[in-house]
């Protein structure tokens, strides 16, 4: 061990797990890049106010989360929280919206940052692959977003999630609720601090955990109830789209989100083995962050899915993901010469697409062959003085152990055809 640790609240991704990260994101993101949505990357870090805009200067996200700070120039950056903001600035930086072909419809995969108290599941470092689709209101993409989330959950093979759904209404209807939710907080038994967040972001009230708030919360009104026609129509109709696609949701009036920029849609993917750290993606509508940033108005959608808790909730569920191994051959010299030739051999294999790995350090055959089988190869590949003089190679079957000699010539070509 060295004199450094990972900080606190991040952990190193490291082989043979490392892998199940990845097939994760690769499933996240193969019904996107299915769907018409695009690539796209942008820096790890932002101007603060961005982020204070963007997500919204009462959150926890912003007021204890970010990890901001004043660079040697005097720029006000933090690293990214949340993906959102980002690609929406992107977006408009580079004028996607005028291309005149909307929605826009990106995905993206990365790390982001919170200065949360860490435990499992909850982390200061973590890694989302996350969809937006900006630029149309239209209740058949937020549909379309809920299904392939929906789509990618199911192709690793996980059950036992839950997608909660919920519309917090527009900028019509909102407001009403709002003052009717802090007139009944304004009557309850709550400390300062809530009595301070029920005049600032009222509804963040609804998602306190605590026994004691929850309790005094039945019979709080319900912004389902305050809906104007048209936030109600327009749920309406992602309800029937989802339902139609088989898609099973449970309806929660409760489910508020811990960012600020949402209007409408709003949903939560929650994994039950998860313990009390159970989203393992959310998303929604939020047709107002746009302006909210100095854009023009671009009602879009979007949703993150959590890599770090989507792997928690497989392990969870007891998946093991089908992740055939990665080399396919493994080349075993026996001398100097011989290593000369293999090392010529692998690189061939690799040029033609074999996956091929070769035994590095002058090691014995014994230790050699020990790292082949390690290896996962399907064959490893001997070569000795006496195969060099004439000129074969031995080709042997890790799986069945029978082993057979080929031409140095041929043997490319024989092991293309047999893999
Ligand atoms: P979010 O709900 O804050 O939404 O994060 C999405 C997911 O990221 C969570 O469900 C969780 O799986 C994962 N996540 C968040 N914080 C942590 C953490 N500290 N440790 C481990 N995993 C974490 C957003 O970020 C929105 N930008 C989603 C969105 C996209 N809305 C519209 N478009």
Known sequence: MSTFKAPKGTYDLIPPQSA???????????????????????????????????????????TKEMYAFETKG??????????????????????????????????????????????????????????????????????????????????????????????????????????????????????????????INPLRVLDDKRESVQKQLTGAPLLRDYLCDACKAYHEEVRELITAAGVAFEDDPKLVRGLDYYTRTTFEFVHDGLGSQSAVGGGGRYDGLSEMIGGPALPSVGWALGVDRTVLALEAEGVELDLPSTTSVFAVPLGEEARRVLFAKVTELRKVGVAADFSYGGKGLKAAMKAANRSGARYALVLGERDLAEGQVQVKDMESGEQTAVGLNEVVAELESRL
């Open 74 to 199: 005097g720029d006000r950056l933090a690293l990214r929280p949340e993906g959102t903001a980002s690609v929406l600035r992107a977006a408009l930086e580079a004028n996607l919206h005028k291309a005149g072909n909307l929605p826009v419809k990106l995905w993206y995969s990365g790390s982001y940052y919170r200065y949360e108290r860490p435990q499992k599941g909850r982390y200061r470092h973590f890694s989302q692959v996350g969809a937006e689709a900006i630029g149309a209101e239209d209740p058949a993409l937020d549909a379309e977003l809920i299904i392939l989330a929906d789509q990618a959950y199911r192709s690793l093979g996980l059950r036992q999630f839950r997608i909660l759904l919920n519309s917090l209404g527009d900028a019509e209807c909102r407001p009403v609720y709002r003052a009717a939710l802090q007139d009944f907080l304004r009557g309850l038994d709550l400390d300062e601090d809530t009595l301070r967040r029920a005049e």
């Open 20 to 62: 199940q990260y990845l097939a994760v994101r690769e499933a996240i993101a193969a019904p996107l890049r299915n769907s018409g949505y695009g690539y796209i990357e942008t820096p790890g870090f932002e101007n603060v106010e961005l982020f204070a805009r963007g997500v919204g200067e009462s959150t926890d996200i912003v």
